[in-house]
């Protein structure tokens, strides 16, 4: 007794996309779709947003931070030169502190996992990390002027502040505000310490110094826009990943589907084939005895009528179970080829024999046009029998008494080999041919004016040119009839080898007989 769905059930046909073999598989391919779902749904103040930011930021920090060490070491360097050395350390303590922890908490950024990361407490520690730095950097420019004695030190500490606003715009692009909340007080200390009524070129270095914060922090902003366009591509081609993920999961558990259902097929058509040509042996055998009256004669004519028409139809139920497991072999890739040297044209003019009863029945005129001296082709003997049978059949089925059917044979433009069965039949409309290619497809136009058949010659025609390498053309017209051709590819053609040529005969050189 099936059990009753929960209301969380799925009533969609996907549930049975899953593969239960690969639960691992799944599950991964489930989490990916979520989360990049999760990042396509993300916006810029959504704490997922804010995580990613604040990564790529760490990253940013960790890998300039050699650089920062350098400029700070310069800056220590030339403070000493000029004999600031207690001073210089008011400076140096605060900064290094600040530069020192964001180095610290960017490595504990990027080394924790996105949904472990506290994005509002970390944007706070580090945006007060960052005005820590502004402090020292503010002590710095007030040294410039109460201790320093180098005439050029405003416009020193003016260059130093434009590099470091600078590398903090490139560095902190991914935390909005950084470099107001840096260089805010640094630029405003030294704004009121250096900038007077004259124009000087400590007045311009403070004006240079005023309009260079907002414009850095412009291309901050900037730069910040271009990680936010960065999410957006990864998250896009994370999305990709995810369907081509999904879609690869999805196809693999309908080609273990297809594969279970053709083996099924295969061991159910195997199974009937031999349950079936039992019973269909001796109905034949012994409706053909009846028929020609072996045992003695039937006074009955109607009886007689019933043994041939029972004789018939187990010859066509025969035909049908054979034609119905050449085909479930060949499109289950099983269908051996015996390959061998074979005479395209012997074959052909052999099956037009074959078929000679049925044409003298129906008044129809076969004409042969087959090229001489074609060499021979690696091919299996019996496929190409049966392929050409079947299109006599096709063709003998579908013209109408007193017609006529051509069998060409000969060279393809690409010196491969070709036979062509044309008849002056009905035809097939355009949109029908697909249809008559298919298995059990037949044309509506060929069903009402000829007997009916099983729609499986075609098929196999075309399964076993295709195994042979070669292409299968069928060309027809309304009223104008059916052509149908076969090529087969030049690497099949076996290419005869030129006669040797006759060594000449060396005279032979008398030996010496001794006395």
Not at 130 to 139: D, L, Q
Request: glycine content about 8%.
């Amino acid at each position: 007794m099936k059990q009753p769905m929960g209301p969380g059930s799925n009533h969609t046909a996907d549930k049975f996309i899953v593969d239960r073999r690969k639960p691992h598989r799944n599950s991964e391919v489930a989490r990916a779709v979520r989360k990049t779902r999760d990042r396509l749904s993300q916006r810029i103040g959504s704490p997922d947003f804010e995580r990613e930011m604040l990564k790529i930021h760490a990253r940013a920090i960790i890998n300039s931070g050699p650089a920062v060490l350098a400029m700070a070491l310069l800056i220590a360097a030339v403070g000493l030169s000029v004999g600031m050395d207690f001073a210089l350390a008011g400076w140096a303590l605060p900064t290094a502190c600040s530069y020192a922890g964001l180095y610290l908490l960017a490595r504990r950024t990027d080394r924790a996992q996105v949904s472990d990361i506290d994005a509002p407490a970390t944007q706070r520690l580090l945006l007060i990390l960052y005005f820590v730095s502004g402090i020292g950097w503010a002590w710095l420019v007030s040294l410039g002027r109460s201790s320093w004695s180098v005439d050029q030190m405003p416009l020193i500490l003016a260059i130093v502040l434009l590099m470091a606003i600078a590398a903090t715009a490139l560095i902190a692009a991914s935390l909005r505000g950084a470099v107001i909340v840096a260089f805010a007080l640094p630029v405003g200390v030294f704004v009121w310490l250096f900038a007077g009524p004259t124009l000087s070129i400590q007045t311009i270095m403070a004006g240079l110094l005023t309009i260079s914060l907002p414009f850095f922090a412009y291309v901050s902003h900037h730069r910040n826009q271009a990680a936010v366009t960065l999410l957006s591509f990864r998250s896009e081609k994370d999305s990709l990943i995810a369907e081509l993920e999904t879609a690869k999961a999805m196809s693999d558990e309908a080609r273990r589907r297809a594969e279970e259902a053709n083996l099924a097929k295969s061991r159910f058509l195997a199974s009937m084939s031999h349950e079936l040509r039992t019973p269909l042996n001796a109905i034949l055998g012994f409706s053909e005895v009846m028929a020609k009256e072996v045992l003695g004669p039937i006074q009955n004519d109607t009886y007689r009528e019933y043994a041939n028409d029972v004789h018939e139809s187990g010859q066509h139920l025969l035909d049908l179970i054979n034609e119905i497991l050449d085909l479930s072999r060949i499109e289950a890739g099983r269908y051996q080829l015996n390959e061998e040297p074979i005479l395209l044209a012997a074959i052909v003019q052999e099956s037009c024999r074959m078929v000679e009863l049925k044409l003298h029945a129906k008044g129809i005129r076969l004409v042969q046009q087959i090229e001489p001296a074609l060499p021979p082709m690696v091919a299996d003997e019996r496929a190409i029998r049966q392929i050409m049978l079947n299109l006599l059949s096709n063709a003998v089925k579908f013209t109408p008494s007193g017609g006529e059917i051509r069998v060409r044979v000969g060279w393809t433009v690409g010196g491969g080999q070709y036979l062509a069965v044309r008849d002056n039949g009905p035809g097939i409309p355009q949109d029908e041919i697909p249809v008559v290619l298919a298995a059990f497809g037949q044309g509506s136009i060929a069903i009402k004016s000829a007997e009916q058949g099983t729609g499986l010659g075609l098929p196999i025609v075309q399964g076993l040119t295709s195994l042979h390498g070669g292409q299968f053309d069928l060309k027809s017209k309304l009223r104008e009839g059916t052509e149908a051709i076969v090529a087969f590819p030049a690497s099949r053609v076996m290419e005869e080898l030129p006669a040797m040529p006759r060594q000449q005969q060396q005279p032979a050189v008398p030996r010496r007989v001794r006395a």
